[in-house]
């Protein structure tokens, strides 16, 4: 769902952990890239590489780089917002190989798991659980007012505004 908080979570995992690898990428709307995939293939790779002319001539081409890359070296990729299994597996190919690197990949979409059914690789998935009400106000207060409460007065309205956002943060 969006605004669960997924982009907010990749984020702080990317620049929290980014130190501890060789190379890293965080790719934000790939549908709004310049260059299409292969485009997307290019970035990917100037980022975990750090080559600024890396030459690849097509997609097929660019997963084969791609998986070279992310077998060779310890890279974190997070890739925002894929709403299509075939982008993912156009990126990085099918392949099963041992890596120390992490994908990580959000998206809105509920059934991620059969995605990687037809590959028996380490993914693991992760469901953002929504918040319940008090959780709801709680935030709602901090960002409204400052603290933890709502104001005096502004109970009721707060806690229907709480409750009208359905625990989307």
Not at 58 to 82: F, P, R, S, T
Not at 88 to 113: A, C, E, H, M
Request: include cysteine; proline fraction near 2%.
């Amino acid at each position: 769902m969006g605004g669960s908080g997924k982009t907010t979570l990749a984020k702080h995992i990317y620049y929290s952990n980014k130190h501890d690898f060789e190379g890293s990428s965080l790719l934000e709307e790939i549908e709004k890239q310049p260059g299409g995939l292969l485009g997307v293939q290019k970035k990917l790779l100037r980022n975990i590489s750090g080559n600024k002319n890396m030459m690849i001539s097509n997609v097929y081409e660019g997963a084969l780089q791609l998986e070279k890359a992310i077998q060779m070296n310890k890279v974190l990729i997070i890739v925002d917002d894929v709403d299509d299994k075939d982008k993912l597996s156009t990126l990085f190919g099918t392949k099963v190989f041992p890596t120390q690197s992490r994908i990580i990949v959000t998206t809105k979409l509920q059934n991620i798991d059969t995605w990687y059914g037809t590959i028996s690789c380490g993914c693991l998935i992760h469901q953002i659980e929504l918040l319940n009400d008090p959780e709801s106000l709680e935030l709602l207060s901090f960002h409204a007012f400052g603290s933890k409460f709502p104001m005096k007065g502004l109970e009721g309205l707060a806690l229907q505004l709480a409750q009208y956002c359905e625990g989307i943060h």
